[in-house]
Structure formats: structure tokens, C-alpha cells
């Protein structure tokens, strides 16, 4: 046996656009309507059903829930708020609540309102005082249901493929990289990316800019709800390698860019991290891995080294994300057990680690890929939205209910 903490936190997550359906003033929606994305439409319908998905969480024996929060909803015009949009989460979280799952809520997963990303997004000189004037006004709205809140999800895949690969929104692309097409259904779309020197700066300021948003919203949320625990959603990207020299440098390097470098700019601002984790990248590695539905390396061990790596910051951990898009459901069972054994042989090395989320609670829009990865305990089936636990949950469940993995 192999058991976690006492008080664990056990859970799935989504996120907004992925997952509630009929946002369009936003600007994955308007890429969509112009064909740069896959189309979103309904998505799960999650915005209406989420009392029943809530049921199938209680169901599966979560006791901890991760979502996010629409920008484009709650602020749809700059600086007006809607309070009806802002009734609705408050409904989501009493849900959440009367099955006694504690909600962690991410206020910022990757969608712009159509006026801010129109206006610059987070090139905006005054992007950071915009974003912490909207998360100081959700968590005012939302701070006697909820304690859990994670301003940024993500900031280097955003940046990444909206600044450098321009292959989400604003499409952006550095000369080199060649044309990215996005995957839809039957071909490639063309996301009209726009190609110029002048990206390479763009990456590096919104980075910048997105970390200075983290800061500001820290302290912002900290003065309306001061026992609030704030976190930044950091993915971690793997870098390791042989024992070469250069490659070590390599992996080095790569891992300082990626990872080391934002979280200095934060970590003061941070009562908790939260530890997004996919992927990895080996140098040197001849080793051919077991591929996921999305291409990736089945390599769910190396969340250990992940977690160890943001050790250095001395903030309570916890797993925000980590999981498998797997349609069959064949490799998910093993993959979630060996994922959970990582996190388990980082605690027992010493990390303060507080929950895990598996990604994701339900099949949903995955980004660039549209609806068919599939990364859900839960099948959707698109065309009646009828959920099906799928085996792996099951799975999941037997490791909550143990509280760990069985050997
Ligand atoms: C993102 C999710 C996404 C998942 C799988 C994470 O990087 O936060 O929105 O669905 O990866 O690609």
C-alpha cells in the first residue's frame, strides 16, 4: 500500500471554454467562426448540466473539483460585470459545495474577452491592472464559497503556440517555424498565422506581462480575501537527457526557459503551486515510447521529477492537472496508476504535495484538436451529450477510496 496524506485532495478538472458550451465573445470562438480552430459550438453543455456532471463526480468519490471561471462572461464589455454570469458561478459553487467537493477554481484558462484580446491582450501596457481588476471582482463575488484560486493557467503553452507557433489565438508565428496548420476533423486548417521578427519580442513581453498579471491579481484577490490560497498553474515540460555533456546543457537550458524562469517571477506571489504535467523531452534518448492519442510519450513517471522540480519553490503543491487522451480507454487505467505512484514517491522524497486532479473530468474541446482527443474519465458522446463513466474512473475511484495505490 502506498498511501497519501490525510485530507488529500482527490479530483478532475476542466475548464470553461472546453467544457460549457455557447461563448462567443470570446477569441477562440471568433477564430473558430473564422476556421483558424476547430468549431466549439455546445461543447459538453456543461453550462447547463453541471448539476448532473456534480452528481457523476459525488458518484466517482471525488472530494475536489477544478474549473474556471469565463472571462468573456463575467466582464463581457471592458469593465462592466455581468451579476447575472456571476449568479450562475456562485450556483456552480453551491453545487459543489452541497456535495461537499471542495471547488478549485482557475480564473484565467487561456480565452480572451473579444475586447481585450482586440485591444492587445496581454501586450497591453495595462494588461496586469485589467486582469487583477477582474479576478479582485470574481473572488469578491465568489469568496465566501470558495478558498482555492488560480489566476494563470499555463503561461508558456499560451505564449508558446499563440506567440511563437501561431497556432492559437492571436495566431502568431516566428519566421522558421514553417506553416503550422491545426488538425480539424477531415484536414488541416490554415490558422493564418501571421509571420514576422517582431513575434520573438512579442513572446518574450506578454511572458513577462503575463507573470507581472499574476502579481498584481495575487495582491488584489489578497486584499478583498486574505485567507484565499492563490496559486499560478504552471505546466511543466520535462527536459532531461543522457548523461552527455551537451545534452545535460541542453536540458539545462530548456528547463530554465520553461519553467525556472517564469516561476522566479511569481513564486513570491503564490500560496500554492499548481503542476500541470504532459510531457517530456529526453535528449539523447534512443528509447522508443508507447504513444498517446495525442502522439505523445507515455512517460506518466516523470510527474516525480516534475514535482521535484518546483520543490525549490517551497509552496505547497498540488497536481492541477496530469492525464491521458486515450479513446479506447485501454492505456488510461495504468497510466493514472503510474501517474499516482510518481506523486506518491515524490511525498515520500519530502514534497508537500495536497491534491491531484486528473485532466480531465469529461471528454471536451481540446484546443487545436477539437473534440476528438479524448481525455475524459467520462465519454461524451457529441452528438446526444450523454455522458458514460468509462472504466479507468472506476479505477481512479478504487485508488480515492484507498486513499493510494494498492500494490
Ligand atoms: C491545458 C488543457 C488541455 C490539456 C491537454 C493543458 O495544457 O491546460 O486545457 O486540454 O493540456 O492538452
Known amino acids: 500500500m502506498k498511501p497519501f496524506p490525510k485530507n488529500f485532495y482527490w479530483g478532475a478538472g476542466s475548464s470553461a471554454f472546453q467544457v460549457e458550451g455557447d461563448i462567443e465573445n470570446m477569441d477562440w470562438a471568433k477564430a473558430a467562426r473564422e476556421k483558424r480552430v476547430p468549431e466549439i459550438g455546445i461543447a459538453c453543455d456543461h453550462y447547463n448540466r453541471y448539476e448532473a456532471d456534480f452528481d457523476i463526480i459525488k458518484e466517482l468519490g471525488h472530494n475536489a473539483h477544478r474549473f474556471s471561471i469565463e472571462w468573456a462572461r463575467i466582464e463581457p464589455e471592458e469593465g462592466k460585470f455581468d451579476e447575472k454570469e456571476i449568479e450562475h458561478y456562485r450556483a456552480v459553487l453551491r453545487a459543489l459545495?452541497?456535495?461537499n467537493i471542495e471547488p478549485f477554481v482557475t480564473l484565467w484558462h487561456f480565452t480572451l474577452p473579444l475586447w481585450f484580446s482586440e485591444s492587445g491582450g496581454f501586450e497591453r501596457k495595462d494588461a496586469q491592472e485589467v486582469f487583477a481588476r477582474y479576478c479582485r471582482f470574481v473572488v469578491e463575488q465568489l469568496g465566501d464559497l470558495c478558498t482555492h484560486y488560480s489566476t494563470i493557467n499555463e503561461a508558456l503553452p499560451y505564449t508558446s503556440n499563440g506567440y511563437r507557433r501561431g497556432t492559437w489565438p492571436p495566431f502568431r508565428q516566428w519566421p522558421g517555424i514553417g506553416a503550422v496548420g491545426v488538425p480539424s476533423y477531415d484536414n488541416m486548417l490554415d490558422a493564418k498565422a501571421t509571420v514576422s521578427w517582431r513575434n520573438i519580442g512579442a513572446y518574450f513581453r506578454v511572458l513577462r506581462r503575463l507573470a507581472a498579471a499574476h502579481n498584481r491579481a495575487y495582491d488584489a484577490i489578497k486584499q478583498v480575501h486574505p485567507h484565499a490560497d492563490v496559486s499560478i498553474v504552471h505546466h511543466v515540460l520535462l527536459f532531461h537527457s543522457d548523461h552527455k555533456l551537451l545534452n545535460l546543457l541542453k536540458a539545462w537550458f530548456m528547463n530554465w526557459h520553461?519553467?525556472?524562469?517564469?516561476?522566479?517571477?511569481?513564486?513570491r506571489h503564490c500560496d500554492s503551486i499548481g503542476l500541470n504535467y504532459y510531457m517530456h523531452r529526453k535528449f539523447g534518448d534512443t528509447k522508443t515510447y508507447e504513444k498517446?492519442?495525442?502522439?505523445?510519450?507515455?512517460?506518466?513517471?516523470?510527474?516525480?521529477?516534475?514535482?521535484?522540480?518546483?520543490?525549490?519553490?517551497?509552496?505547497?503543491?498540488?497536481?492541477?492537472?496530469?492525464g491521458v487522451a486515450d479513446d479506447d480507454d485501454d492505456m488510461r487505467p495504468d497510466y493514472i496508476r503510474r501517474q499516482i505512484e510518481g506523486v506518491w514517491r515524490a511525498i515520500e522524497s519530502g514534497v508537500d504535495v495536497r491534491g491531484h486532479m486528473y485532466w480531465s473530468l469529461m471528454d471536451n474541446y481540446e484546443l487545436a484538436q477539437g473534440y476528438r482527443k479524448r481525455f475524459g474519465l467520462v465519454?461524451?458522446?457529441?452528438?446526444?451529450?450523454?455522458?458514460?463513466?468509462?472504466?479507468?474512473?472506476?479505477?481512479?475511484?478504487?485508488?480515492?477510496?484507498?486513499?493510494?495505490?494498492?500494490?
Do not use: C
Not at 520553461?258 to 513564486?267: A, K, P, S
Open 97 to 99: 459545495r452541497a456535495r
Open 379 to 407: 465519454e461524451i458522446d457529441y452528438d446526444t451529450l450523454e455522458r458514460k463513466i468509462r472504466p479507468s474512473a472506476w479505477v481512479y475511484k478504487s485508488i480515492i477510496e484507498n486513499n493510494g495505490v494498492t500494490e
Open 292 to 322: 498517446t492519442d495525442m502522439g505523445w510519450d507515455v512517460y506518466p513517471e516523470g510527474i516525480y521529477d516534475a514535482l521535484l522540480m518546483l520543490q525549490r519553490y517551497k509552496k505547497p503543491l498540488f497536481v492541477s492537472e496530469a
Open 258 to 267: 520553461w519553467t525556472h524562469q517564469h516561476m522566479r517571477r511569481v513564486y
